[in-house]
């Protein structure tokens, strides 16, 4: 196996690597001539010259000239050729490598036997120990900072302890460091050391006030008091007016709780809730314009149960606000609804609001009266006898004749005195008389003659009797015909 040493580090190397183990050189390794591996060893050139192909290194016998002409040199890369021509009168041979007899022994690297133990790097026996860099077995501890990687320290950042300033940060102690690098701190003859310490003192204070706020709002009573304010601003006033309840007396909340009462009542109101509004601005008595609100409200829910037909409860609405707006009028307004709602005679409610309402000329509330409680004479049938319900259509002239009828309308529990007068068939008429018995509403009554219409039945005409009735006023309340024959 061919061999040689690295031309960087000296390191033998004795296999077909590319690169130096140690050192990580790239190798060029030396050519071999085809025609001197076939020359024998005898017959090689022998004053020191050495043939390379083209050029030819010579060295005399005397070392006066040196003759350089090889383009590839078997010496290493860091061979240097000298051109040493020594005075004409001297033949001493100079020491130096380029004078020298060939195979002559000489304390060189470059003229030694093959395994001479020298103490030179360049001709070691392999893992012969040397106090050298170059030629140390592996793991050896040398105090040289250019040894290579290994299992070993060296002067290099991270795997060792040190005090030299310039040691790079890593895995070793600070200890060294911190002597010679940190700069000690240098007192401020501004006083900004001070200011600086009180402003760290101010901020703190204000970090844990600005902390103790968070908390007490966070997970105290302020996160309860938030909830009740999100829920009043969301409209959902009860759970609003709870939550600042239960709070008692934190902050506002006992004012809080009676402000979510009041929004209630506006909601309500403004969404025709008007009852309930009512109740609620009542209950609040002079907290802020409740007063206020509560008539608007209560004055609203009267004309909503106007429009409902509730006119006592409206009334009673209205008649409660006293002079507030025109409540006076809607009391009357709403008794004539009730009125006009309820035309029955019968109806005392009725007869006693028309009764106020004349009093006061309010609307038409003469005209209905006169209307609703007018007598009328309905039912009007013609016989011979008081007591007979039967009908006749015809009377002889010569027999009794009774007109019966029925009283209507009138006042609740109303009575009259009915008046009447009759035209006979000859153009005479009966004068106005009064009737023997009171009338009242629904009663059955009759106006008769039991000896006839005619004193002497043979004078008188045939022809048409009308009997006609009047009220106290003066007022027809109905008229009847009957025929009258011989």
Known sequence: MESFNCPECGYLITDNSSFCKMCGCKIERPSVNSNDANVPPNEKPSEGSI???????????????????????????????????????????????????????????????????????????VNTPVNNPMNRPVNTPVNNPMN?????PI??????????????????????????YHPKPKKNSSGKSTWIIVSSVIGGIVLLVILSFVIVNVTGPGRKYNSACNALEAQRFDEAYDEFTALGDYKDSKT????????????LSKHEKYKEAAEIFQGLGDYNDSREQYQ???????????????????????????????????????????????????????YSYLNELISVRYKDCQSIYRSLYAWK?????????????????SISKSSPLYCHFTIEGGPPDGTFYAYATALWPDG????????????????????????????????GKTGTFTLILYDENSNEIGRSSVKITQ
Do not use: C
């Open 51 to 125: 043939n390379n192909g083209q050029q030819t290194v010579t060295v005399n016998s005397a070392g006066q000239t040196v003759t350089v002409d090889a383009t590839t040199s078997h010496f290493p890369d860091s061979f240097q050729v000298y051109s040493t021509v020594p005075p004409s009168n001297s033949n001493t041979p100079v020491n130096t490598p380029m004078n020298r007899p060939v195979n002559t022994p000489v304390n060189t690297p470059m003229n030694r036997p093959v395994n001479t133990p020298v103490n030179n790097p360049m001709n070691r026996p």
């Open 148 to 152: 290579y990687p290994g299992q070993y």
């Open 155 to 180: 002067n290099h950042p991270g795997q060792y302890q040190g005090s030299y300033p310039g040691n790079y940060p890593g895995q070793y102690s600070a200890v060294g460091r911190s002597t010679a």
């Open 256 to 267: 809080k709780a009676t402000e979510a009462i009041y929004q209630k009542g506006v909601y």
């Open 296 to 350: 608007s409200a209560y004055y609203n829910y009267g004309l909503q149960l106007m429009g409902n037909g509730e006119y006592f409860d409206a009334i009673s609405v209205f008649s409660s606000l006293g002079d507030y707006n025109d409540s006076q009028t809607m009391v009357y307004e709403a008794k004539y609804g009730y009125i006009i709602n309820h035309l029955d005679n019968n109806d005392k409610t009725t």
């Open 377 to 393: 004479a309905t039912h009007f049938y013609f016989n011979t006898d008081s007591e007979s319900t039967a009908k006749m259509y």
């Open 428 to 459: 005479s008429s009966m004068k106005k008389q009064k009737s023997a018995v009171v009338m009242y509403n629904k009663g059955t009554y009759w106006w008769g003659w039991k000896n006839g219409i005619y004193k002497n039945p043979q004078e």
